[in-house]
């Protein structure tokens, strides 16, 4: 935060006002003045107009030794702490031999600290997945996934999932990001509640959903992406209809939407 300064002149210190007697020693009072005087015997605090000059920093505030506790005059006068932006983030960061390496590569990629770290998460957090992206029909609601290239698809024909063709591929929550839409979202559940099955309020397509068997992640409409990032697509069918008995048999399905 950048501090300004005044640049008004004071005046000579130490001249009497015409007109105005002044107890020598004394300190002007200002009914309802509640802050700290300054210490008796130093004239000039106001300035010929009359009014309150504001007051600079003291050198001996300037003076205070980092770490200690102020007096409590010097913490009146000390500027208050210049909060840690996101440019000097990497300044507090002991990246030793790889400091000047880190720098250039921000610089080279035109990137943000932020920027700079978002790239190498994704690109070793997600290793061997790929970022799709999707959306419903009239473009309200967009997200992002992280998954395989090769998408394993669920085609479910329990009583809801067989009305909409709901086919889908299970992620974690943590690889699903919802990039705009969450207030035209809406959500229909029935029988248990369990499953939240979310559906845009303006064009009525499900992009993705909560599914009963991964409450923990979502369930992604393949026909919801955008186009380039899917290789291949294979598609079982998984017995909704019978869901306890189905649960029990499938080996691999609960487990889908673990880290």
């Known amino acids: 935060m950048r501090q300004t300064r005044s640049n008004a002149s004071s005046g000579p210190r130490g001249q009497k006002r015409p007109g105005v007697s002044r107890t020598p020693g004394a300190a002007a009072s200002v009914p309802g003045d509640t802050r700290a005087r300054r210490p008796t015997g130093q004239p000039g605090d106001r300035s ?3 009014k309150q000059r504001p007051r600079q920093s003291s050198p001996r505030a300037q003076e205070a030794i980092p770490g200690e506790p102020l007096q409590p ?13 996101q440019t000097s983030a990497v300044a507090t960061l002991d990246l030793g031999d790889q400091r000047e390496r880190w720098e250039s590569f921000q610089k080279r990629q035109k990137l943000t600290f932020e920027g700079a770290a978002k790239l190498l998460l994704d690109t070793f957090e997600y290793q061997g997945l790929v970022k799709h992206t999707g959306g419903c029909h009239c473009g309200a609601v967009r997200f992002e996934v992280w998954a395989s290239a090769d998408l394993h698809i669920f085609d479910c024909n329990c009583s809801v999932c067989k009305k909409k063709q709901n086919r889908h591929f299970i992620v974690p929550a943590s690889r699903f990001k919802l990039l705009k839409g969450a207030e035209s979202i809406t959500t229909y559940t029935f029988n248990t ?3 939240q099955h979310t559906f845009c309020k303006r064009c009525g397509v499900q992009s993705f959903y909560t599914p009963r068997s991964n409450p923990g992640g979502f369930g992604i409409a393949p026909h919801c992406l955008d186009e380039g990032t ?3 697509v294979v598609i079982e069918e998984f017995n909704g209809s019978d869901w306890e008995k189905a649960m029990k048999e499938h080996k691999t399905i609960k487990n889908m939407s673990k880290e």
Do not use: K, N
Not at 73 to 85: D, I, K, M
């Open 48 to 50: 010929r107009s009359g």
């Open 73 to 85: 005059e010097l913490a009146l006068l000390s500027p208050s702490p210049v909060p840690v932006t």
């Open 193 to 195: 509640h369990q499953a």
């Open 230 to 232: 899917v290789r291949s």
